[in-house]
């Protein structure tokens, strides 16, 4: 089965780091790109972060500079590594896999999410 | 970076046609993707390319891109389709290269 689960959210203060994992199944990171996408309480999907197979990273403005995306190969997982954390991150995160099969720049597989909260 | 405006809400009986806006800057030059995401779920692809359906989408879900405006039409709508509508645009020129549209509540009467 095709899938991406996400695991490592939590509760944490702010000003504190916290990293997530994205593990894919059925579905080589390496070869596809990544992204991980957020929804904070009450409020519409944002993008936060991409990976493409070669490496280049890009990342939505609220978060340049403090997350950072990557990936090991050797466990076909993507991390998420955040530092200095606010509570307005605080959000529902989702990691989102385009497998190829349809657009390029369209998400076509989605874990079930991981929610961080920051808060003191 | 590209901002995507879409009506906060829209209501619909059972049966009848939902269409849902996504506003933005030349974004008939871009290509456009549209999402369903119930409470609960992750979201569902729904169209991508502008007008594609994918596997096991139902040909109810159609949707146009010209000029500065997006639309994802729902035509009979039905009880299950009442979710969270959300566009999405890639643009390999712009930073960042992914944007969501605001959002857009469906809700069935």
């Known amino acids: 089965e095709v899938q991406l689960v996400e695991t490592g959210g939590g509760l944490i203060k702010p000003g504190e780091s916290l990293i997530l994992s994205c593990a894919a199944s059925?579905?080589?990171?390496?070869?596809?790109?990544v992204s991980w996408v957020r929804q904070a309480p009450g409020k519409g999907l944002e993008w936060v972060s991409v990976?493409?197979?070669?490496?280049?990273?890009y990342y939505a403005d609220s978060v340049k500079g403090r997350f950072t995306i990557s990936r090991d190969n050797s466990k076909n997982t993507i991390h998420l590594q955040m530092t200095n954390l606010r509570p307005e991150d605080t959000a529902l995160y989702y990691c989102?896999?385009?497998?190829?099969?349809?657009?390029?720049?369209?998400?076509?597989?989605w874990g079930q999410g991981t929610m961080v909260t920051v808060s003191s | 970076s590209s901002v995507l405006t879409q009506p906060p809400s829209v209501s619909v009986a059972p049966g009848d046609t939902a269409r849902i806006t996504c506003g933005g800057n030349?974004?008939?030059?871009?290509?456009v993707h549209w999402y369903q995401h119930k409470p609960g779920q992750a979201p569902l692809l729904v169209i991508y390319?502008?007008?594609d359906r994918p596997s096991g989408i139902p040909e109810r879900f159609s949707a146009s891109n010209s000029g500065n405006t997006a639309t994802l039409t729902i035509s009979r709508v039905e009880a299950g389709d009442e979710a969270d509508y959300y566009c999405?645009?890639?643009?390999?020129?712009?930073?960042?290269?992914?944007?969501f549209g605001s959002g857009t509540r469906v809700t069935v009467l």
């Open positions: 990976l493409y197979p070669p490496g280049n990273t």
């Open positions: 999405q645009v890639w643009d390999t020129s712009s930073v960042p290269p992914y944007v």
């Open positions: 989102a896999g385009e497998t190829g099969v349809v657009s390029s720049g369209a998400f076509d597989l």
């Open positions: 030349y974004i008939g030059n871009k290509i």
């Open positions: 390319h502008d007008t």
């Open positions: 059925g579905f080589v990171a390496s070869d596809n790109y």
